[in-house]
């Protein structure tokens, strides 16, 4: 994994480290990671399987064994969890909380984390999420930390939800990601904060080219 370049995108939901990373990760033909799809198909799988947040034995099993895919080209990021295509189902708030929840239980991180890790592939690796740069690579080469206002995060989902044809209401939106925020950023496993080597971009006032020519820039490659 040393001789492996790394690249990790760090942030809360909506700060839109997933569409830079993808991005990149296709620009450089770099393998991809999206951290935050493992928790959340774990927390579907979950749910798909009847087992309860309080049943911690039975969801580290289900981690160790999760048969996840990911499939990133030109019409995006698919996500198969036991063959079936699941890219839709994981990306509610609903589904967002449930992950941040079972994401709070540190032996099913520990279950998780080296299966992060397998993803370190060459020619390089550009992985997302909030605990890439501090914990599962922590001696990345290149690090970020991508946030945003609540109200500017809420305001893009808001945005993608209707563009999608699914109703959904603004300040339950806000509500929602705000109280993600506070159990992400208090837990005390992996907590969400930035790496102290990453560089830290604010995308409020951005739109996603001027954010990615920042990363890009930095990362120089």
Not at 24 to 33: C, D, V
Not at 35 to 47: N, T
Not at 181 to 197: M, N
Request: net charge negative; aromatic share 6%; hydrophobic share 40%.
């Amino acid at each position: 994994m040393a001789d492996i370049p790394v690249l990790t995108i760090d942030g809360p939901s909506g700060s839109g480290k997933g569409t830079i990373a993808q991005m990149i990760a296709r620009e450089l033909g770099w393998h991809y990671l999206d951290s935050g799809a493992i928790y959340r198909v774990l927390a579907f799988a979950s749910l798909k399987h009847q087992i309860p947040a309080s049943d911690e034995k039975s969801l580290v099993q289900l981690a160790q064994t999760l048969d996840l895919q990911f499939h990133l080209d030109d019409d995006g990021l698919s996500v198969l969890l036991e063959g079936e295509e699941v890219s839709q189902q994981i990306r509610t708030e609903k589904a967002g909380n449930a992950a941040s929840k079972v994401a709070a239980i540190p032996a099913v991180r520990a279950a998780l984390l080296q299966r992060q890790r397998d993803f370190c592939q060459l020619p390089g690796l550009v992985t997302d999420g909030r605990d890439m740069g501090t914990v599962v690579f922590p001696d990345a080469p290149f690090k970020v930390f991508l946030t945003a206002s609540a109200e500017e995060r809420a305001l893009r989902r808001y945005k993608q939800l209707k563009e999608k044809g699914i109703e959904s209401n603004l300040s339950d939106l806000i509500a929602e990601i705000s109280e993600r925020d506070k159990r992400d950023s208090e837990r005390k496993v992996a907590p969400l904060l930035p790496a102290t080597d990453a560089l830290i971009l604010d995308s409020t006032e951005l739109g996603i080219t001027a954010v990615y020519e920042k990363v890009r820039s930095y990362c120089a490659i």
